[in-house]
C-alpha cells in the first residue's frame, strides 16, 4: 500500500506545474443530467446529436443538444463550481462539471433568422429562412418547430397545402415575448425565488406589503432571463414594450433597479460550450505571429548596411576617441 | 462536426447501486480507476437530525483527513443523471464523434467541506433553473386556446 501512495504523490507532483485551469480534454466522462424524453426516444437507431448552432444573443456557435427523432432542441447548461470533483463508482473523474439539458423553445434560435429574413420584406419558407452556411446544422431547427409555432412571430403565407411561407412580425414577437416574460415571472413567484437586488439570501427576502413592486421586480427578472435569448436590440424594444404596461398601473421606482447583478444571481449556472475551441484558435495565432518576427527579421537583414556603424560602437567609449 | 450520444444502453439503473456518483468538494487532478469503496465509502456514517420538523438524513464522511459533510440529492423529476463516456482518444476535434452513456443515476451524494449542505448551495439554485427553463420554453398556446383554458380554471 505504501508503494501505492507514493505513486500517487509522485503523480500529484508532476501534475503540480501545471497551471490552475483545469483542461476539460484530459476528462473522456462527462455527467449530463437528462431529460428523460432524450434517453426514452431512441428509435431505429437514432441517436441525440449535439451540435453547433447559432446563439440568438452571443451570434457565436454554442453546442445544443437535439432529440434523436430531430424534433427538439436542449440547451446545455453547465454546473461549475470551484472545486468539484465526481467520484463515479471506484472511478475518479476530475471534471467536475455538470451538464443540464433543459428543453428549449426552437423559437428563440429561429427568431434570429426570421429577422433577418424580414428585412428583405420578403415572404420565405422556413427553411430559406435558417439557411446558415456557417452552422449547416441549422437545418435541422425546421423539423424543431411547427409553424403554428412560427406564426407566433411572424406572418404566414400558405401557397399549397406542403407550402408555407413566412415573414416576420414584430408586434407578433413582442406580443409572444411578453407572454413568455409573464410566465417567467410566474414560475419565479412560484418558485418564491429572491428576485429583489441586493439580497441573494431567501431568509432575507420579505414579501412585504406592496405586491405590485414586487410582481414588477419579477418581471424584471424574468426580462432579464429572456433577454439572454434575445439580441441587444430586441431587449431593449422588449423592455420598453413591457415597460408602458406597468407605468399605466404603476409609475414605480423598481425600475431602476440595475439588472447585471440579478443576472449574475441567477447565472450560477452558466451557458457555455462543450468544448473549448477557442484554445486551438489561439494557438494557431501564436504561430503566425513567430512567424512574421522572422520575417521581418529577414527582411532586415536583406537591407543594405554597407556603411553603417554598428549599434554597439555607439556604447563604447574607446571606440569614440 | 457531429456528436451524438448513444444512449441506448443507459435504461436499465440496476447496475446504478454499484456505481454510486459523489460530488466532492474538490479538485483532483487525475481520472481514472481508483479505490473509492474500500478508502472513502467505508468512511460514511449516517445521521437523521430533525429541524423545523423535517428530517434530513446527513451524511458525514473523511477524504484524506477532511471531514465532508453531505446529503443525498434526488435528481430533479423527469431528469436522469448519465455519465457519458468517449470511447476513443480523439486527435482532432474534426471527426465525427459517438459517446457513450455508460451508466445512469436518479441519485447522487453532495459534498460539502465540513458544512452540511442547504438549499443555499449552489447546486440546489441551480436546480431551480429546470424550473424556470421549462416555463420559459414551453410553447406559448394561441391566445383563443389559451383564453378558454384559462376560463376554465376561473369556471372552477
Redesign the interface.
Known amino acids: 500500500m505504501s508503494s501505492s501512495t507514493r505513486k500517487?504523490s509522485r503523480?500529484?507532483q508532476e501534475?503540480k506545474p501545471?497551471p490552475e485551469k483545469?483542461d476539460i480534454k484530459?476528462?473522456?466522462?462527462?455527467?449530463?443530467?437528462?431529460?428523460?424524453e432524450?434517453?426514452?426516444c431512441?428509435e431505429e437507431g437514432l441517436?441525440?446529436?449535439?451540435?453547433?448552432l447559432r446563439h440568438p444573443r452571443l451570434k457565436t456557435g454554442v453546442m445544443y443538444?437535439l432529440s434523436a427523432d430531430c424534433t427538439s432542441v436542449y440547451?446545455l447548461?453547465a454546473?461549475k463550481?470551484k472545486?468539484?470533483?465526481?467520484?463515479?463508482?471506484?472511478?475518479?473523474?476530475?471534471?467536475?462539471q455538470?451538464y443540464?439539458t433543459?428543453?428549449?423553445?426552437p423559437?428563440?434560435l429561429i427568431l434570429p433568422y426570421i429577422i433577418n429574413s424580414g428585412e428583405t420584406n420578403r415572404f420565405m419558407t422556413l427553411e430559406q429562412i435558417v439557411l446558415d452556411e456557417e452552422f449547416p446544422?441549422s437545418h435541422k431547427l425546421v423539423t424543431c418547430c411547427n409553424p403554428?409555432?412560427l406564426q407566433?412571430v411572424s406572418d404566414c403565407k400558405e401557397i399549397d397545402d406542403d407550402l408555407k411561407v413566412f415573414k416576420f412580425n414584430k408586434e407578433k414577437t413582442l406580443s409572444?415575448l411578453k407572454?413568455?416574460t409573464e410566465?417567467?415571472a410566474?414560475?419565479?413567484e412560484m418558485?418564491k425565488?429572491p428576485v429583489s437586488s441586493g439580497s441573494s439570501?431567501?431568509s432575507i427576502f420579505i414579501p412585504s406589503g406592496n405586491a405590485e413592486i414586487c410582481k414588477d421586480s419579477y418581471m424584471i427578472f424574468a426580462h432579464g432571463?429572456?433577454s439572454e435569448y434575445l439580441s441587444l436590440d430586441l431587449e431593449a424594444e422588449l423592455k420598453t414594450f413591457i415597460g408602458l404596461n406597468t407605468t399605466n398601473e404603476t409609475p414605480s421606482p423598481t425600475s431602476v433597479t440595475d439588472e447585471p447583478p440579478n443576472k449574475k444571481q441567477?447565472l450560477?449556472?452558466v451557458v457555455a460550450p462543450?468544448?473549448d475551441?477557442t484554445q486551438?484558435k489561439d494557438l494557431k495565432k501564436d504561430k503566425s505571429k513567430t512567424s512574421k518576427v522572422s520575417a521581418a527579421q529577414k527582411r532586415l537583414d536583406k537591407v543594405d548596411k554597407t556603411g553603417m556603424k554598428s549599434m554597439l560602437s555607439f556604447f563604447s567609449p574607446k571606440s569614440t576617441k | 462536426m457531429s456528436t451524438t450520444i448513444d444512449v441506448s444502453v443507459v435504461p436499465t439503473r440496476q447496475n446504478s447501486h454499484s456505481e454510486k456518483c459523489h460530488f466532492i468538494p474538490c479538485d483532483i487532478n487525475f481520472d481514472g480507476e481508483a479505490n473509492v469503496s474500500d478508502f472513502f465509502n467505508t468512511t460514511i456514517s449516517r445521521s437523521t437530525e430533525a429541524e423545523q420538523q423535517i428530517e434530513t438524513e446527513t451524511l458525514t464522511a473523511v477524504f484524506r483527513g477532511r471531514p465532508l459533510k453531505g446529503i443525498e440529492i434526488s435528481i430533479p423529476s423527469g431528469y436522469t443523471g448519465i455519465v457519458v463516456k468517449d470511447p476513443v482518444t480523439r486527435t482532432t476535434d474534426d471527426e465525427d464523434r459517438c459517446i457513450i452513456a455508460t451508466h445512469s443515476f436518479d441519485r447522487f451524494n453532495f459534498w460539502n467541506l465540513d458544512k452540511v449542505p442547504t438549499s443555499d448551495d449552489s447546486l440546489q439554485k441551480g436546480f431551480q433553473w429546470v424550473d424556470i427553463a421549462s416555463a420559459l420554453h414551453r410553447p406559448i398556446v394561441d391566445d383563443t386556446t389559451e383564453d378558454l383554458s384559462q376560463r376554465s380554471i376561473k369556471g372552477q
Open positions: 500517487s503523480k500529484s501534475e501545471r483545469r484530459n476528462s473522456d466522462r462527462w455527467i449530463f443530467l437528462m431529460k428523460n432524450i434517453i426514452t431512441n441517436k441525440p446529436t449535439l451540435c453547433k443538444l440547451e447548461t454546473f463550481e472545486f468539484r470533483s465526481w467520484f463515479i463508482g471506484n472511478s475518479v473523474l476530475s471534471n467536475g455538470m443540464i433543459t428543453p428549449l423553445d423559437l428563440f446544422d403554428e409555432q407566433l409572444w407572454k413568455k410566465a417567467v410566474e414560475a419565479l418558485k425565488i439570501h431567501s432571463i429572456l441567477k450560477t449556472t462543450l468544448e475551441y486551438g
